[in-house]
Nanobody, 115 residues
Framework: QVQLAESGGGLVQPGGSLRLSCAAS????????MGWYRQALGKQRELVAS???????YYEDSVKGRFIISRDNAENTVYLEMNDLKPEDTAVYYC?????????WGQGTQVTVSS
């Protein structure tokens, strides 16, 4: 059974927007903070946003004011609204628990920002 499944990526022009979705196992979603990580070519995976079970949010400095993380507890889904996208945002985006522990990574969803 798939525990984490990301979707919503694609190719967009600079300044565009995308909305990513992550469907999570209920047993995971109900117990942990959830976050969005990304990994660009040649770089390490980094956490860009997270949200606790109570809805407290965290953002990495480079995405503050542009990205919005949210969660729907009834649907076991976490979202990432990405606005004013920049080429530097190009990466594979993954969702997982925060802090990361031992859950397998999903396939991720590719976000490419290019003109």
């Amino acid at each position: 059974q798939v525990q984490l499944a990301e979707s919503g990526g694609g190719l967009v022009q600079p300044g565009g927007s995308l909305r990513l979705s992550c469907a999570a196992s209920g047993s995971i979603f109900s117990r942990y903070s959830m976050g969005w990580y990304r990994q660009a070519l040649g770089k390490q995976r980094e956490l860009v946003a997270s949200i606790t079970r109570a809805g407290i949010m965290y953002y990495e400095d480079s995405v503050k004011g542009r990205f919005i993380i949210s969660r729907d507890n009834a649907e076991n889904t976490v979202y990432l609204e990405m606005n004013d996208l920049k080429p530097e945002d190009t990466a594979v985006y993954y969702c997982n628990v925060v802090p990361y522990s031992a859950y397998d990574w999903g396939q991720g969803t590719q976000v490419t920002v290019s003109s």
